[in-house]
């Protein structure tokens, strides 16, 4: 069976690192606008690299959680498994998946908009750190700020087309086109998350309770 499966804040939640939109959340305590759309950035590129180095370290301490450990489990299984994620940390990777697609970049990763190249970050970036390729002073995080296109959309439409099972897991589904992606689809679709999500309706089934629990439940299930 061929399982799409994409993942949000909710998945790494319970690892440590906060959400974007639940009570306290990131959007409660930074200003999307400054932090997260490339205006922002141009406006103010030391506190943007603030926010992203700190989010850089905390990762760097956060552990794979057993939801994490699941989805790595099933992808290792007989399914055929395309793991799609919004998240910017590398926790799937550390939990031992592969081939995961970050549709919103990597914490460590950076780029130059100048040249458009990607290196591995050094821990902290600085506004005039100079890109190891064209020199310039024009080095930011390899992440995609509201008003950029996500990566990989055309592998995105192409496996959510192709899919027999399409599983949301932690996402609020505010934020597109991630959130369309189940409109994309003609699979049996599942949520899992804690809350129903703003798309909710979309799908066929879902389950709610921590990612913890409720995706390690569901591995086992549709490995039996
Ligand atoms: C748990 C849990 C536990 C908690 N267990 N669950 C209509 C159509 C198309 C686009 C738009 C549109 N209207 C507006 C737009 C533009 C905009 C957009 O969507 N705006 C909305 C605010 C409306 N989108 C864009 O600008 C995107 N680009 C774009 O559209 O380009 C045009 C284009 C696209 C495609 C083809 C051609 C053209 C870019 C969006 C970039 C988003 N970037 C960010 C920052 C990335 C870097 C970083 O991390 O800093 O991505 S914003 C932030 O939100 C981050 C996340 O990946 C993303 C989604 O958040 P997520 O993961 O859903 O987290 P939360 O916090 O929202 O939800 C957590 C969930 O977990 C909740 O449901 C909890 O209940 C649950 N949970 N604990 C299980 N323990």
């Known amino acids: 069976m061929k399982i799409m499966i994409l993942t949000g804040a909710g998945v790494s939640a319970e690892s440590g690192l906060g959400t974007f939109r639940d009570t306290d959340g990131l959007w409660t305590r930074y200003d999307l606008n400054e932090v997260a759309t490339p205006e922002g950035f141009a ?4 506190r943007v690299h603030e926010f992203y180095n700190a989010r850089r370290a905390n990762c760097l301490h956060a552990r794979p959680n057993a939801a994490h450990q699941a989805l790595a489990r099933l ?27 970050h549709m919103h970049g990597e914490l460590t990763r950076a780029l130059c908009a100048a040249c458009g190249k990607r ?7 600085s506004p005039n750190d ?8 024009a080095t930011r995080p390899d992440v995609v700020w509201f008003g950029e ?4 959309m055309d592998t995105i ?12 897991i932690g ?8 959130a369309g992606i189940v409109e994309l689809t003609r699979s049996d679709t599942l ?26 439940a569901w591995v086992d299930e549709i490995m039996a």
Do not use: K
């Open 75 to 101: 992808q290792r299984g007989t399914h055929d498994v395309t793991l799609i994620t919004q998240n910017v940390d590398d926790l799937h990777e550390r939990a031992g998946s592969t081939d995961v697609i």
């Open 130 to 137: 100079p890109c190891p390729y064209c020199t310039a002073p």
């Open 171 to 178: 996402t609020s589904a505010e934020v597109y086109p991630a």
């Open 157 to 168: 439409t192409l496996a959510a087309q192709e899919a027999d099972l399409f599983v949301a």
């Open 43 to 46: 406006r103010n590129p030391a």
């Open 119 to 125: 290196w591995d970050t050094p821990p902290t970036m």
């Open 191 to 216: 949520e899992l998350n804690l809350e129903p999500s703003a798309r909710a309706n979309a799908f066929d089934t879902h389950r709610f309770g921590p990612a913890t629990e409720i995706v390690p």
């Open 149 to 152: 296109i996500p990566y990989a």
